[in-house]
Nanobody, 113 residues
Framework: VQLQASGGGLAQPGGSLNLSCAAS????????MGWYRQAPENQRQLVARVTAGHSTYYADSVEGRFTISRDRAKNTMYLQMNSLKPEDTAVYYC????????WGQGTQVTVSS
């Protein structure tokens, strides 16, 4: 299984970015898919995840601003990030779990004016 993350970049505070995680198999076959982020000198933090049963979880810090979703036709998971804050600056990683964990490469998100 391969995961390819993309969509990071520079955004202004209050702006939006939409991260993508393209998978080499159907995103609906994984038990769990989600996004982590890691800022410099910080531990990797779970941002959002979605289960095979369509349950979602969001970290308190992004609840109401970020939305995780999946597209069956495109084998892709997304993280729509709105109302971005400087503290959202980090490298974002997508992952998937199906017996073992699979990780995509990171995509840098920088929120700065």
């Amino acid at each position: 299984v391969q995961l390819q993350a993309s969509g990071g970049g520079l955004a202004q505070p209050g702006g939006s970015l939409n991260l993508s995680c393209a998978a080499s198999r159907s995103v609906f076959t994984f038990k769990v898919m989600g996004w982590y982020r890691q800022a410099p000198e910080n531990q990797r933090q779970l941002v959002a995840r979605v289960t095979a049963g369509h349950s979602t979880y969001y970290a308190d810090s992004v609840e109401g601003r970020f939305t995780i979703s999946r597209d069956r036709a495109k084998n892709t998971m997304y993280l729509q990030m709105n109302s971005l804050k400087p503290e959202d600056t980090a490298v974002y990683y997508c992952y998937a779990f199906l017996g073992i964990e699979y990780w995509g490469q990171g995509t840098q998100v920088t929120v700065s004016s």
